[in-house]
């Protein structure tokens, strides 16, 4: 028996990363997929690789009639929907003092109202449905601050606030929301987008990797157990929680590297 049999799940950024981890783990759970991402060949390729417990649907999470419309067709579809997994992103960085006003503009839009759109829509009909589940990816940025990533560092602080809003408004409602916090995961957004575009790409893999005591970066299926397990009936107590994974990132103080 899969931890979400007949359960239906929607995962935004499905096509790739984590998204695309847990859409293939919910999937092996017993769930039907709908895979929403902006680009339509990650998500045609992930849904054809799950087979037929998954269909792609594209959406922008930046725009509020695309994201209406993913969880009304997904509704339509399959009468009910149980899964929310708001967890695709945009994001600028620089110095908050060279940040383009557009740039800002559309972390926030994507990485924040995002979420937020997501859960505007599909908490009607959880509400009706009698019950839901909803799990927003934050990340350990979203606790404190990093060099070059003001936009980001807010937009996720205000996913991981959002969700506590969402996880008491409807408590009552047998709707849980919980938000994940990810240390540095390997990625194509990590890999091939801030370690790729670095000067001196190995060395940003390796300072990287040394920020986590663990000594590595985390990978997609480890984000995607913890997903897994907030959406599941194992955690049937949780909601409003921002649940770290992060390799060890948030025990350190930041004083002295690794002694070794
Ligand atoms: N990788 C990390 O180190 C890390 C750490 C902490 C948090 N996170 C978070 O995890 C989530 C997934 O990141 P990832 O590393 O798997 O990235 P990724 O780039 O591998 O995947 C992101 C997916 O989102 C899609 N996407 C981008 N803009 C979109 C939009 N407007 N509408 C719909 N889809 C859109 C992309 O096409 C892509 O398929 C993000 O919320 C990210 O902030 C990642």
Known sequence: MGKLDAK??????????????????????????????????????????IGAAAIFHQADVGNPADVENLIKSAVDHFR???????????????????????????????????????????????????????????????????????????????????????????????IRVNAVCPGVIATPAVLNGLIARSRDPQRARRRAEECHPMGRLGRPEEIAKVVLFLASDDASFMTGSAVVVDGGVTAHTGLMGHPL
């Not at 009607?124 to 009698?130: F, L, S």
């Open 80 to 174: 009910r929907l149980d899964v929310l997994f708001n967890n695709a992103f945009a994001s600028t960085f620089g110095p908050i003092g060279e940040t383009p006003i557009d740039g800002w503009q559309k972390t926030l839009s994507v990485t924040l109202s995002g979420v937020f759109y997501g859960m505007r829509f599909a908490l009607p009909q959880m509400v009706a449905q009698g019950g839901g589940v909803i799990v927003n990816t934050a990340s350990i940025s979203g606790l404190g601050g990093d060099y070059g990533a003001g936009a980001y560092n807010a937009a996720k602080a205000g996913v991981i606030n959002l969700t506590r809003a969402a996880a008491i408004e409807y408590a009552r409602k047998n």
């Open 8 to 49: 239906i799940a929607i995962v935004t950024g499905g096509g790739s990363g984590i998204g695309e981890a847990t859409a293939k783990l919910f999937a092996a759970e017993g769930a039907r997929v709908i895979i929403a991402d902006i680009d339509d060949r990650a998500g045609n390729r992930v849904a054809s690789e």
